[in-house]
């Protein structure tokens, strides 16, 4: 039964992932060998979503818009690469990750075509990274992937509902009206994974009691992607770009991250913790006085299993983790003589089964973006935001997961141009709604 229980939960993880493929290889590979894969994702939900952003807003010059209560959404990513082995046990690879664009809602696709807007008619690298290393030396990433601030974070329980919660592209996220949080409490999320980078991952020493110590470090120069930057005609935003008029908040420069892993089974608990730092600088400012400070952000985590909880096909996992430091929302740089951020998360899932029940919690507090006399709407210099997530699955079989999830987001001290609908700075968001993950 607990072999039931382990591969019943290596099952949900997989299903649920992201694309953030935190090991090196998908499957063993023999040594000498080489093994081509072309894995997939598709997901699709339908719901009813409420909030202060439902009607009133405008998108352009006497365009306004009301939204409807039932939603839809959906994504579908492919996963191309392969992973091979030398003789002498030299492990490497390609892992790269292919999303489908997203595109406006209009005329429902009828003229889905090369030479159309409408529907969805591209695909886009959302991932891309080459990696060689061993067991024994660690392992070095190359390309345009997750940093070790991400790949080492514990403690922020994703694997119930949608997988996703509120870092999803094409997930249930995307359903919620205007007004909906953002957050900084996932490092797992494209500010930091969709940039070119060299990461290094060192091998797991054990301690005398069992328990296994690594790291990881990572740096990027610059925040572009693959190809990006490159053509002449952007050659001031490129990858050599050290300043631009006014400066940029989320342009960022010569990004170094660092994180501790500890990991140890003792107990009956299965227990990882985490901590670590990120800093970058921003693109100095032109013909702007209003300049940015540079992005110190830190983190601690921690999580752990237990199996058997009220029966033996069952487990538990509880994690929690806080970060906080110079920076704002989705990564970007906080404007001089703002405050700094704060946030934390914490969360559960059991499984017991084939069943997975889950929930979490976030909330943060970090700068609105105001310097000086604040506007309308604005209380102090503080944006507070937080967010709920209560979620559960049923795996039908190991490429298939039925789920159903519930989210509430509070939005409070915002600048006033912040969002459309409501321009008070005040918003809240919920949305339920059932849906189907492939993946294989």
């Known amino acids: 039964m607990r072999k039931l229980l382990l591969a019943t939960a290596a099952s949900l993880s997989t299903l649920l992932a992201g694309g953030a493929a935190h090991a090196q290889?998908?499957?063993?590979?023999?040594?000498?060998?080489?093994?081509?894969?072309?894995?997939?994702?598709l997901q699709?939900?339908?719901?009813?979503?409420?909030?202060?952003?439902?009607?009133?807003?405008?998108?352009?010059?006497?365009?306004?818009?009301?939204?409807?209560?039932?939603?839809?959404?959906?994504d579908v990513r492919l996963y191309p690469g392969f992973d091979g082995k030398t003789?002498?046990?030299?492990?490497?690879?390609?892992?790269?990750?292919?999303?489908t664009?997203?595109?406006?809602?209009?005329?429902?696709?009828?003229?889905n075509n090369g030479t159309s807007t409408n529907g969805v008619n591209s695909l886009y690298v959302r991932r891309a990274y080459g990696y060689i290393g061993t067991e024994q030396a660690g392992y070095v990433?190359?390309?345009?992937?997750?940093?070790?601030?991400?790949?080492?974070?514990?403690?922020?329980?994703?694997?119930?509902?949608?997988?996703?919660?509120?870092?999803?592209?094409?997930?249930?996220?995307t359903m919620l009206p205007v007004g909906a949080p953002t957050q900084f409490i996932y490092a797992d999320q494209g500010a930091l994974y969709t940039t070119n980078k060299i990461v290094y991952l060192t091998p797991a020493f054990v301690d005398p009691i069992g328990g296994k110590l690594s790291a990881g470090i990572s740096y990027e120069p610059n925040s572009n992607g693959i190809k990006e930057g490159d053509a002449s005609t952007s050659s001031i935003y490129g990858n050599?770009?050290?300043?631009?008029?006014?400066?940029?908040?989320?342009?960022?420069?010569?990004?170094?991250?660092?994180?501790?892993?500890?990991?140890?089974?003792?107990?009956?608990?299965?227990?990882?913790?985490?901590?670590?730092?990120?800093?970058?600088?921003?693109?100095?400012?032109?013909?702007?006085?209003?300049?940015?400070s540079g992005m110190n952000v830190w983190q601690f985590g921690a999580q752990t299993t237990y199996g058997g909880l009220l029966t033996d096909t069952d487990s538990l996992t509880v994690g929690a983790n806080v970060k906080g430091g110079s920076l704002v929302d989705k990564y970007a740089f906080k404007k001089v003589g703002t405050r700094d951020a704060l946030g934390y998360i914490a969360g559960a899932a059991y499984t017991v089964g084939p069943y997975v029940l889950g929930a979490s919690f976030w909330d943060q507090q970090e700068s609105n973006g105001v310097v000086g006399a604040a506007g309308k709407g604005v209380e102090g210099h503080t944006l507070s935001?937080?967010?709920?997530?209560?979620?559960?699955?049923?795996?039908?079989?190991?490429?298939?997961?039925?789920?159903?999830?519930?989210?509430?987001?509070?939005?409070?001290?915002?600048?006033?141009?912040?969002?459309?609908?409501?321009?008070?700075?005040?918003?809240?968001?919920?949305?339920?709604?059932?849906?189907?993950?492939?993946?294989?």
């Open 87 to 99: 003789i002498n046990g030299i492990s490497y690879g390609v892992q790269i990750e292919l999303r």
């Open 385 to 440: 935001e937080y967010g709920v997530a209560v979620g559960g699955n049923y795996i039908v079989a190991k490429p298939l997961s039925l789920f159903v999830q519930y989210m509430y987001g509070n939005v409070h001290g915002a600048a006033p141009t912040a969002f459309a609908a409501t321009k008070s700075g005040n918003d809240h968001v919920q949305a339920i709604a059932a849906g189907a993950t492939f993946k294989w």
């Open 25 to 41: 290889a998908l499957k063993p590979v023999a040594a000498g060998t080489v093994q081509v894969h072309l894995n997939g994702f």
């Open 101 to 111: 664009a997203v595109s406006n809602a209009n005329g429902a696709g009828v003229n």
């Open 240 to 292: 050599s770009a050290s300043s631009i008029v006014g400066g940029s908040s989320n342009r960022r420069r010569n990004t170094v991250d660092a994180m501790v892993d500890y990991q140890i089974k003792e107990f009956g608990l299965a227990t990882k913790i985490s901590g670590g730092w990120l800093g970058s600088s921003p693109l100095g400012n032109i013909g702007s006085t209003q300049g940015y």
């Open 44 to 74: 699709f939900s339908f719901g009813d979503i409420a909030g202060s952003g439902m009607s009133g807003g405008t998108v352009a010059a006497g365009t306004a818009y009301k939204l409807g209560p039932i939603a839809e959404t959906g």
């Open 141 to 173: 990433r190359l390309g345009q992937g997750d940093n070790a601030f991400d790949l080492l974070q514990h403690g922020v329980i994703e694997t119930f509902g949608d997988g996703n919660q509120w870092t999803g592209e094409g997930t249930m996220v």
